[in-house]
Nanobody, 117 residues
Framework: QVQLVESGGGLVQPGGSLTLSCAAS????????MGWYRQAPGKQRDLVAS???????NYEDSVKGRFTISRDNEKKTVYLQMNSLRPEDTAVYYC???????????WGQGTQVTVSS
């Protein structure tokens, strides 16, 4: 079982920045697609950004130009740099590692991000 451990959430004012980190256990397949999802109260869990082992990234439209996903393959760690945060970015952010063609999918425990003045 692959384990994913997130860190870096918290409370930030609108316009501020946060960086989330997610460290995977050593048994995570190196070719796994890693990503960040978020879930606000009463809403479904949606993809924020994802990145392949080859560093190809994909972003949800509302975060393009504000968020940057990156990945350290040696450390099996994925990051999400979040700038220009808005109240609507408030959610629990979940790390995910999955097979690029389907199959396995592992989740972290989630980390709360709250954007409020």
């Amino acid at each position: 079982q692959v384990q994913l451990v997130e860190s870096g959430g918290g409370l930030v004012q609108p316009g501020g920045s946060l960086t989330l980190s997610c460290a995977a256990s050593k048994n995570m397949p190196e070719r796994a697609v890693m990503g960040w999802y978020r879930q606000a109260p009463g809403k479904q869990r949606d993809l924020v950004a994802s990145i392949t082992m080859g560093k190809m990234s994909n972003y949800e439209d509302s975060v393009k130009g504000r968020f940057t996903i990156s990945r350290d393959n040696e450390k099996k760690t994925v990051y999400l740099q979040m700038n220009s945060l808005r109240p609507e970015d408030t959610a629990v952010y979940y790390c995910n590692a999955r097979h690029r063609l389907g199959g396995y999918s592992y989740w972290g425990q989630g980390t709360q991000v709250t954007v409020s003045s």
